[in-house]
């Protein structure tokens, strides 16, 4: 008898959830999650919101539509910045799949030579190389990285507002956009706004399972060190 209830207790919808979520789990923190795993899983009714999340943020770039679907009917009052940050890089790649290859190709370049510029600090040609990119794709992400040039410049006025532009449709950077954003108020001795932005980056991430997940962790820690 004592046999049975062990066994009932085991196989309970509850463990099975539990069983089933930790599999999930194992398969997003070992990067095996893709269009294919995800269409071939049974009793997707299990996954937990989290999960939902997770893999919604994998599989924008595969397939937004799904990742859509998945983010429906997650519980919007308890993961409500991690949701609207997902529909924003759903968002994000629609604008990306609707460019013609010719602004898929600038869009790349003016990344790339954005980037290198940045590195030996020509700022004036990073900043032309990603406000090209702008005014050509209109794809949100290119805010952060003027917002990230200006940044790099000690302009931390102007970087704000280029952050705060990309943060109102922009996903993919938007824990990153924060981080800076808490560097910034931090630069103006703004304490609390400044550690009320590095948290919040830190619940996203850690809730969606990004890589900056421990990197957002450690410069909170370190940042909190220095100030108090």
């Avoid at 869009?107 to 990603?130: P, Q, S």
Wanted: contains cysteine; glycine residues 4%; hydrophobic residues 35%.
């Amino acid at each position: 008898m004592r046999k049975q209830i062990v066994k009932n207790n085991f196989f309970s919808n509850e463990n099975k959830k539990y069983l089933y979520n930790r599999n999930i789990k194992y398969l997003l923190d070992n990067n095996e999650m893709n269009i294919e795993m995800y269409k071939s899983l049974t009793n997707k009714e299990l996954l937990t919101d989290e999960n939902k999340l997770k893999i919604a943020k994998v599989l924008v770039v595969e397939d937004f539509n799904i990742a859509g679907e998945l983010i429906k009917n997650i519980n919007k009052e308890k993961y409500d910045l991690e949701s609207c940050v997902v529909e924003k890089m759903i968002n994000e790649q629609k604008i990306y799949n609707e460019l013609s290859e010719d602004q898929k190709k600038i869009f790349a370049k003016a990344k790339e030579m954005g980037k290198m510029y940045l590195e030996i600090k020509n700022f004036r040609e990073a900043y032309d190389w990603y406000t090209m990119g702008l005014y050509v794709t209109k794809h949100p992400v290119f805010y952060y990285y003027i917002g990230k040039t200006f940044y790099k410049l000690g302009k931390n006025l102007e970087a704000r507002s280029w952050f705060n532009d990309y943060r109102v449709c922009g996903g993919e950077k938007f824990t990153k956009s924060m981080l800076y954003l808490g560097k910034i108020y931090q630069n103006w001795n703004n304490i609390d706004k400044a550690l009320k932005l590095f948290s919040t980056a830190d619940i996203i991430d850690e809730t969606l399972g990004n890589s900056n997940h421990y990197k957002i962790v450690y410069n909170l820690h370190k940042e909190k060190s220095k100030i108090i």
